[in-house]
C-alpha cells in the first residue's frame, strides 16, 4: 500500500534553515509527481511546492518563493524539501502528498502522516 | 490567484440528516475542484476529484456537484464518523487554493 513519511521537522530559531524528507513506498515513486502541503496550527491548508517526476518541473507558492528549495532522488524513493530564512509563519505541520494527474487537474490521493515545524525562538 | 470561500465554516446536524457544504471559487475553474477530510490530529483523505468523481473507498453516501464557480459537498446520510473539516481545492492554476474549511459536527 501506499505509504509517505515525513521526517526532519523540530524547533529552529528565526532565519535558521531545515531540511524535510518524506519516504515514499508501495508505488513507483519516479512515475508521480510531488507536493508539500502546510498546515499551521489551528489553521487551514496552504500548498507549499511541487516538483515533477523528472524533477524538470518545480513551482512554489509566493510565500516560501527563494527561501524554499523541492527536491527528489527517484532511486531511493525520496521527497526533499530544503527550508531556509525561516520565520515564525513558517510554523505548521508539513505534510508531503502525491499528486495524481487527473483529466480535472491535479489530485493529492495520498498524503503523509506530517512532521511539525516550530519556527521560534 | 483563485480564492476559495466555503460556506457555513461549520455545522452541527443529527446521525441520518442530509448535510450540504458550498465552495466558491473567484473565477470559474472548469470542475478542477476536489475534496478532502480531515479528522483531528490526522491527514487528509481525498473524498471527491474533478468535482464528481467518488474516490474509491470513499462510502457512497458522499457526493460532489457543482460547475463554473459554484460546487457543493453533500453527505446524504450523516455518520457519527463524519465529525471532521472539510475542505474544497481547485487544481485549475497554481497556487493549488484550498478553501478555508467547514468543520462538520454531530448533534
Known amino acids: 500500500q501506499v505509504q509517505l513519511v515525513e521526517s526532519g521537522g523540530g524547533l529552529v530559531k528565526p532565519g535558521g534553515s531545515l531540511r524535510l524528507s518524506c519516504a515514499a513506498s508501495?508505488?513507483?515513486?519516479?512515475?508521480?509527481?510531488m507536493s508539500w502541503i502546510r498546515q499551521a496550527p489551528g489553521g487551514g491548508l496552504e500548498w507549499v511546492s511541487y516538483i515533477g517526476d523528472t524533477s524538470r518541473y518545480t513551482n512554489f507558492a509566493d510565500s516560501v518563493k527563494g527561501r524554499f528549495t523541492i527536491s527528489r532522488d527517484n532511486p531511493k524513493n525520496s521527497l526533499f524539501l530544503q527550508m531556509n530564512t525561516l520565520t515564525p509563519e513558517d510554523t505548521a505541520v508539513y505534510y508531503c502528498?502525491?499528486?495524481?494527474?487527473?483529466?480535472?487537474?491535479?489530485?493529492?490521493?495520498?498524503w503523509g502522516q506530517g512532521t511539525l515545524v516550530i519556527v521560534s525562538s | 490567484d483563485i480564492q476559495m470561500t466555503q460556506s457555513p465554516s461549520s455545522l452541527s446536524a443529527f446521525v441520518g440528516d442530509r448535510v450540504t457544504i458550498t465552495c466558491r471559487a473567484s473565477q470559474r475553474i472548469s470542475s478542477f475542484l476536489n475534496w478532502y477530510q480531515q479528522k483531528p490530529g490526522k491527514a487528509p483523505k481525498l473524498l471527491i476529484y474533478?468535482?464528481?468523481t467518488l474516490e474509491s473507498g470513499v462510502p457512497s453516501r458522499f457526493s460532489g456537484s457543482g460547475s463554473g464557480t459554484d460546487y457543493t459537498l453533500t453527505i446524504s446520510s450523516l455518520q457519527p464518523e463524519d465529525s471532521a473539516i472539510y475542505y474544497c481545492?481547485?487544481?485549475?492554476?497554481?497556487?493549488?487554493?484550498f478553501g478555508p474549511g467547514t468543520k462538520v459536527e454531530i448533534k
Open positions: 481545492q481547485e487544481s485549475y492554476t497554481a497556487p493549488r487554493t
Open positions: 508501495g508505488f513507483s515513486f519516479s512515475d508521480y509527481y
Open positions: 502528498a502525491r499528486i495524481r494527474k487527473g483529466d480535472n487537474g491535479d489530485i493529492f490521493d495520498y
Open positions: 474533478g468535482a464528481s
